[in-house]
């Protein structure tokens, strides 16, 4: 399941492992196909073009890490989602 996608369209995306050992097919930005194999464990892990470059079972951690990708990527991005100044649409963060 998506938790959280780059704003900018980067392949940069949180998933939430709810069916470990899933196989699925996934579309790049560029619209290339490829497939990734959710972990047998960890409840988060972070994709980055359609690699998994972490694993976590905490949120704090894999979003800190989804952050630090995203800014490698492009100077302004939201950071870790406060809900006070920042709504989810699909799957994106933008400001309220």
Do not use: Q, W
Request: charged share 25%; with cysteine; aromatic share 8%.
């Amino acid at each position: 399941m998506i938790v959280r996608r780059c704003a900018y369209d980067h392949d940069i995306v949180i998933h939430k492992n709810n069916k470990p050992n899933m196989v699925k097919t996934i579309e790049l930005s560029d619209g290339t196909l490829t497939t990734i194999t959710y972990p047998n464990a960890y409840n988060y892990f972070l994709v980055v073009d359609g690699e998994i470059v972490k694993k976590s079972n905490s949120f704090s951690t894999i979003e800190n890490a989804y952050v630090d990708k995203c800014a490698e990527m492009h100077d302004d991005g939201h950071g870790c989602i406060d809900i006070t100044k920042h709504k989810l649409v699909n799957n994106k963060v933008v400001g309220r």
